[in-house]
């Protein structure tokens, strides 16, 4: 199952729309001599427009590819995480049980630590 470390990212998505908003291109207000037939002139000429002189606009391509890299940097930043069902291992093993006697000859230190040093029975029996 899909699921999203970070859904909270998706707020960010109309972002661009909103920076749009709040932040307008800036234009710059000169008179200027409106030809709408510029194209066409400078077919005729031979001569092309020179920096300024047109309006640069985005294609729709390049609108595409804008909403399409930005979807996939917000989902990106959700962090997807493909979540499978858990795996179930057993393994066999077998139950103990072990039976100590709790009388007053448990106290006789008879055996020995793995350093050599005498302990009680039960101490002995603790750690097994």
Do not use: N
């Amino acid at each position: 199952m899909l699921h999203f470390s970070y859904p909270w990212v998706f707020l960010l998505l109309p972002l661009p729309l909103l920076i749009r908003r709040l932040f307008p291109a800036y234009r710059e207000a000169r008179l200027a001599v409106r030809v709408p037939f510029l194209e066409h002139l400078s077919r005729l000429t031979g001569q092309k427009a020179a920096e300024g002189a047109a309006l640069v606009r985005r294609r729709p391509l390049q609108r595409v590819q804008l909403l399409i890299g930005w979807l996939a940097l917000v989902v990106a930043l959700a962090r997807p995480v493909w979540m499978e069902d858990p795996l179930v291992r057993e393994l066999p093993m077998r139950d103990l049980l072990v039976a100590l006697d709790l009388s007053g000859s448990m106290e006789t230190r008879d055996f020995s630590a793995e350093d050599g040093s005498p302990v009680e029975r039960l101490d002995a029996a603790k750690q097994v």
